[in-house]
């Protein structure tokens, strides 16, 4: 089978570090409070340190895939270990999996940008400007978007840096009291919810076949899901401490709120808006490297040598997807539904993919060994 896209693209450690952080944090940095909130109480930021540790070992079955097959895509994985026919299957799978990363990551994105300063805007000229951008990233390759996260990281986080030094003063700790939020049981409930963020790693199957350096993979994806994951620690508990688990519930988007009410002064009057722009320039690029995983996969899954063939029908595919959810609610829902669920199917898929490749490299030195006698 031949690798589709551009086989000459090369990524390095720490642009797979920071695109696993992007493709983990942007969607539930802006929302996850408002999801966790509810379920875990004051606790909410501790369930996500919580699902950081579940992405941890999302990490390691994803290094060890990788590992096991370095040079192949995610198709000729699953065929080696599931045969063709099953193999095909799970491609296919996968694929959905990104496209529903892609449609709900618009879709929030655009919900969130428009509630803030487009509201005049239809929904569907700022959908098809984010899913036009995102196309783009992706016809220009997984190594160009690699880079450009590369520099925008850096950005960001200077960005959340000084919104927390703002933040300081006027946060209440004493509202991440309780710690243990609503129970036990509840803060693990919400933990399995946030982990479900971290699994979104395991898109970079589809792109680490690129890592010029394939030594340390597993260490790459989990620093990154550590990165990304910490980042939305920090950012649900300062909500809490600015806004307490009372006011997060009757904000759409917390962070945004967040930021509305830091400032220094008349300096940074409206400053969330400086914000914004940045966060939603990497929510780009992880939407970008997402539609990247699908559209190989795709190509891959019906042998197309070029993928850039497919870019034009999905990006009208997700952009008619993602403007199906006509109200906020809505959108919130399907979110928490693929929360709920996501999970599973990564650390269901992984565990497949590891217990096979084993199996497959003893039965290969098993035959090696009584050839040899």
Not at 37 to 59: H, K, Q, R, Y
Not at 149 to 178: D, E, K, M, N, T
Not at 220 to 232: K, Q, Y
Not at 280 to 300: E, G, N, R
Request: hydrophobic share 55%; net charge neutral.
């Amino acid at each position: 089978m031949a690798l589709s896209g551009n086989t000459k693209d090369e990524i390095y450690y720490t642009q797979v570090i920071v695109l696993v952080a992007v493709i983990v944090f942007s969607t539930g940095f802006l929302a996850a409070a408002r999801l966790l909130t509810p379920v875990a109480g004051t606790a909410a930021w501790i369930s996500v340190l919580l699902g950081g540790l579940v992405g941890l070992a999302i990490a390691w079955l994803v290094g060890s895939v990788s590992s096991a097959f370095p040079e192949q895509n995610v198709v000729r994985i699953a065929e080696d270990v599931f045969s063709k026919p099953l193999g095909k299957v799970v491609g296919l799978t996968f694929a959905l999996y990104c496209t529903v990363i892609v449609v709900l990551g618009t879709r929030e994105f655009v919900l969130a940008i428009s509630i803030s300063f487009l509201e005049r805007t239809p929904l569907v000229v700022t959908s098809g400007v984010f899913v036009i951008l995102a196309a783009y990233a992706a016809y220009l390759g997984v190594e160009a978007i690699a880079r450009v996260c590369f520099i925008f990281f850096g950005v960001v986080i200077a960005s959340i840096a000084i919104l927390v030094i703002f933040a300081i003063p006027v946060s209440v700790p004493a509202r991440l009291l309780p710690l243990a939020g609503k129970g036990v049981i509840p803060v693990v409930k919400a933990g399995l919810l946030a982990a479900s963020y971290a699994s979104e790693a395991i898109v970079s199957l589809a792109f680490l076949r690129h890592l010029k350096d394939k030594r340390s993979v597993s260490r790459a994806v989990g620093t990154g899901v550590a990165v990304g994951m910490g980042i939305m620690a920090l950012a649900v508990a300062f909500g809490i401490m600015l806004l307490g688990t009372e006011g997060i519930s009757r904000v759409t988007y917390p962070t945004v709120q967040t930021a509305r009410t830091v400032g220094a002064g008349e300096f940074l009057d409206r400053g969330e808006i400086l914000f914004l722009a940045l966060w939603f320039s990497v929510a780009i690029l992880k939407l970008a490297a997402v539609f990247y995983a699908a559209v190989t996969v795709i190509s891959d899954l019906f042998n197309i040598a070029n993928y850039r063939l497919l870019i034009l029908p999905f990006g009208i595919v997700s952009m008619v997807l993602s403007s199906v959810s006509e109200t906020v609610v809505e959108s919130f829902v399907a979110v928490e539904y693929f929360l709920s669920y996501g999970i599973w199917y990564t650390l269901g898929l992984l565990a497949l993919l590891v217990i096979g490749s084993h199996m497959l490299s003893r039965g290969k030195g098993g035959g090696e060994n009584s050839s040899t006698e």
